[in-house]
């Protein structure tokens, strides 16, 4: 059996589905409510934006659970920053073979930080019961591919980083404060 890296050969593939997938699913953006929707996704996740308000919301009509709120909304912007970290070092392009439906703040693809922040959020303010969170933050994701700003990699990546950084956290986000 070979235990070898992948290869030149295996990595040339890897490409071709992540540009083949993003490809189609960019594609869905033709229709213009699908557009409309990925657009308004976009915009409301700049900078984890969406996110940052849902956190402080909950924090503001949950009084009992507050710090518990405000410490998953550091713990969102914690993972979104780590991400930008993230970006500055890897520096891979954004996909050149479609035409973005949106503006980037940034040349750089991987990870999404917006996927970033939100699978923070969804791990998060799932925990303390925000329920619409996860499936919003799923559309966010795809919303990347759609408006073509993203490939999957850079999605999935982004996904499993704010995941991560929320379930690290979650001992601290669940701890009473005196």
């Not at 939100?118 to 799932?126: F, P, Q």
């Not at 799923?138 to 982004?158: E, I, K, N, Q």
Request: proline fraction near 5%; glycine fraction near 12%; include cysteine.
């Amino acid at each position: 059996m070979n235990h070898r890296s992948l290869g030149g050969a295996d990595r040339r593939t890897a490409r071709s589905m992540d540009r083949r997938i993003l490809s189609a699913v960019h594609a869905r953006g033709r229709d213009p409510r699908v557009a409309t929707a990925a657009r308004a996704l976009s915009w409301a996740g700049e900078h984890g934006a969406l996110w940052l308000a849902a956190g402080l919301a909950g924090a503001a009509v949950d009084g009992g659970r507050r710090g518990a709120w405000l410490r998953g909304t550091a713990l969102t912007a914690g993972a979104h920053l780590v991400s930008m970290g993230v970006k500055r070092v890897v520096r891979r392009p954004r996909p050149a073979h479609v035409t973005p439906l949106v503006h980037t703040a940034g040349w750089h693809s991987f990870p999404s930080s917006h996927a970033t922040s939100a699978a923070a959020a969804a791990v998060a303010y799932g925990a303390l019961g925000a329920y619409v969170i996860p499936p919003l933050a799923a559309a966010m994701c795809v919303s990347r591919l759609v408006v073509g700003v993203h490939y999957p990699s850079d999605v999935a990546a982004g996904a499993a980083l704010g995941a991560l950084t929320a379930c690290v956290g979650a001992g601290w986000m669940r701890r009473e404060q005196p």
